[in-house]
């Protein structure tokens, strides 16, 4: 027969905790030692303690004097509260992840939610959880304990041995019929290694041996797990329960043991399993090294292998933060033992608050600096800096970049944490001037190391190089992406007399020419775009070689010429605004984009030596329209035909009048002559129109 021990088997850190500040107890007081309640679910346990003159007593009522011990699994804040009122000496041994749960908990009481604990209601966790706000919240152990109630805004939390198979299941209906929900996953992480290293086994074997207290809630848990992957499982507490019968000569048989089990209980186990081999080669496996022993001495050598293990100072271990004050931060470094980080090795820098540092449930790195009071002296600094200085060498040669907090503003720079003290100098924060270095604390900046001395314990680093490199490389890809023709957003940046120049994206700016900007004439491009302003631009062109971009904005608008045909006919007479005077008349703005000419000819009945006697720029004039020429963007307008005959200044038709019929008559070819030369005169004032024309673009 084979033996294979889980992985992940006995005592976790909360238990072996409470256990440790119980025997300090005994040896520590005067007077009568005693528990609320169980100190934890294991009848041998219990049985040990009482010999050494622990008590059970059921209520903090029936303590009368001396130590009061508060159990793993945690009590309602309240009863410590009137136990200390009564002068007794309260020791809580209460599972750092089990007092998470109940700060967790009376936290989303504050903050509005209805609380929903996963977990078994009448477990002395679940009523300590229950207790810390005041019994108003729900327990559910499935999704069927939830479909009476109505959730809108609510925070769940699990009980620290739950599996995450029932707060899965919980959490799955309540996101279906709850408003708001906010989940904490609370299970405790020593919960789930054992039901995944029991898992794993229960794999790979015949029996599974589920060994603790029948109270045990994790234990029974590790029980229904396993019997949902093998058929032959038996839940035990004590070795002399086992039966014969229950194996075959060519067995594999598995172990486990919940977090309430010794190990002493667990040797038991095997020491019964040889015994009913009649000691003929059973194999004793621990899981995770796979490594087979035959003897007797070998076994003893096995198990106590699974005890706790002796620490050498300089060892660097992986360990779990359960717990902080303002002393440190306690770790569970999973030799069974409780580790304390001072706060003075939690980082190089200053710190009052070890959360601003580590939280609840990280794993960190550490490393072993000696033992203090029955505990293990640990420091998370000294890990970082040699972890610090390998990575920024690596940075340094191989020109990659860092993420690292800014802690503080200093004269000429900021200071990071990049493991060990940073600087960045304040013409390296930003390729831009930045005045104020105080927005940037508390942030994360990426950085290039610029200079690297660890003998001096110099580091200077760089975020402009990282902006210049971000840059060149977003350029590359703009240029590499922008067709000719295309539509795409940008950003005035900056206004010249000639134009505008627009950030189109990653820092790429093109130049928007002031001809570009309207269909009409444009004095100034501020008239049009302001600077900030978002906009959208067409790329006329692109010059990846001097990386130079044409944009035009007027494009991106109709070409009000292209209805000119349909809205305005010959004979029309119609408003518009006087925009140019000029020698041979004036410019009519008809729309945003429109102007017609009117000649000098064109501005009166009587004749007009210079356009500015009759007309001013802004003036708004009747005008009518004589010629119209879509094509060439031309329109030929009359202030003169626009105005009636009765109109006509008084001083001219008088004179007019008091003229012979016969000079009249010889003028009239005259008008006639100089009526019909209008078009002609069109045409021989093309140049200077084309030149005017020019001044818009």
């Keep these: 027969m084979k033996v294979i021990i889980a992985r992940h088997a006995g005592f976790c850190f909360g238990v072996q905790r409470a256990l440790k500040k119980a025997e300090l107890a005994v040896q520590n007081s005067s007077g009568s030692v005693q528990t609320l309640g169980p100190l934890i679910h294991n009848p041998q346990v219990i049985g040990r303690l ?68 996963v977990g078994e209601k009448d477990h002395p966790e679940v009523q300590g959880i229950l207790g810390a706000i005041d019994n108003e919240g729900y327990v559910a152990l499935s999704r069927n304990d939830l479909t009476d109630l109505k959730l809108i805004k609510v925070g769940v939390v699990a009980q620290t041995t739950q599996s995450y ?195 609840i449930g990280q794993e960190i790195k550490v490393e072993v600096e000696k033992m203090e009071d029955d505990r293990i002296i640990l420091s998370k600094r000294k890990v970082d800096a040699a972890s610090a200085w390998e990575s920024l060498q690596d940075a340094k040669e191989n020109n990659k970049t860092i993420t690292a907090p800014v802690v503080e503003k200093v004269k000429g720079g900021l ?6 003290r940073g600087f960045v100098p304040a013409s390296h924060i930003s390729r831009q001037f930045v005045e104020d270095l105080d927005q940037f604390i508390g942030q994360n900046m990426t950085l290039k190391v610029l200079e690297l001395e660890t003998e001096r314990n110099n580091v200077v680093l760089s975020h402009r190089l990282v902006e210049e490199d971000e840059l060149d490389k977003a350029k590359k890809n703009v240029f590499e992406e922008l067709e000719a023709g295309s539509v795409v957003d940008g950003v005035v940046k900056r206004i010249t007399d000639f134009g505008a120049f627009v950030d189109i994206g990653a820092g790429v700016e ?66 518009g605004t006087v925009t140019r005077v000029v020698d041979f008349g004036c410019f009519v703005k008809l729309e945003d984009g429109v102007e017609g000419l009117v000649h000098i000819s064109q501005l009166a009945h009587h004749r007009v030596a210079n356009a500015s006697e009759v007309v001013k720029p802004d003036d708004t004039v009747k005008v009518k329209v004589i010629n119209v020429d879509p094509e060439a963007r031309r329109i030929g307008l009359s202030i003169r035909e626009a105005t009636p005959v009765a109109d006509r200044p008084a001083k001219i038709a008088s004179k007019k009048q008091k003229e012979p019929k016969q000079a009249r008559h010889a003028e009239q070819p005259k008008e006639e002559v100089f009526g019909t030369t209008i078009g002609s005169q069109f045409s021989q004032l093309e140049e200077l129109k084309k030149q005017l024309e020019g001044d818009n673009k």
């Design 165 to 359: 198979a029932n707060l899965r299941d919980c959490v799955d209906y309540l996101v279906g019929t709850a408003r708001e929900i906010r989940v904490y996953s609370t299970i405790c992480q020593a919960t789930e290694q054992r039901q995944k290293a029991a898992i794993e086994l229960a794999n790979r074997v015949d029996v599974m041996l589920v060994v603790g207290g029948k109270e045990s809630g994790n234990t029974r848990r590790l029980y229904t797990l396993c019997c949902e992957v093998i058929p032959r499982v038996y839940h035990i507490e004590r070795p002399d329960e086992l039966e014969a019968a229950w194996f075959k000569p060519t067995d594999v048989v598995g172990i486990t043991a919940g977090a309430s089990t010794p190990d002493w209980v667990i040797e038991g186990v095997v020491e019964r399993m040889s015994e009913l081999e009649k000691n003929q080669d059973l194999q004793v496996v621990e899981s995770a090294n796979e490594e087979t022993v035959t003897s007797e001495e070998n076994q003893e050598a096995m198990m106590q292998s699974l005890a706790q293990s002796e620490l050498k100072r300089g060892e660097v271990l992986t360990a779990t933060v359960v717990s902080a004050d303002n002393d440190g931060v306690y770790v569970d470094v999973g030799q069974k033992q409780e580790g304390f980080i001072p706060l003075r090795e939690l980082s190089y820098r200053h710190i009052e608050d070890p959360l601003t540092v580590v939280t």
């Design 510 to 575: 093109g130049l928007l020419h002031v001809s570009e900007m309207a269909w009409s004439r444009v004095d100034h491009p501020s008239d049009v775009v302001s600077e900030g302003e978002e906009i959208k631009v067409k790329i006329l062109g692109v010059d990846k070689e001097n990386e130079r971009i044409s944009l035009g904005l007027k494009q991106t608008r109709p070409d009000p010429w292209s209805e000119v045909a349909s809205k305005y006919h010959v004979g029309d007479i119609i408003e």
């Design 415 to 420: 200071l990071v944490d990049v493991g060990v």
């Design 50 to 117: 009482a010999d050494k003159g622990v008590s059970v007593v059921n209520s903090a009522e029936e303590a009368t004097e001396g130590t009061l011990i508060i159990r793993s699994h945690g009590v309602d804040p309240k009863i410590i509260q009137r136990a200390k009122a009564r002068g007794l000496e309260v020791i809580d041994a209460t599972c750092p992840y089990v007092k998470r749960v109940q700060d967790l908990t009376k936290e989303l009481k504050d903050q509005g939610f209805q609380v929903v604990i």
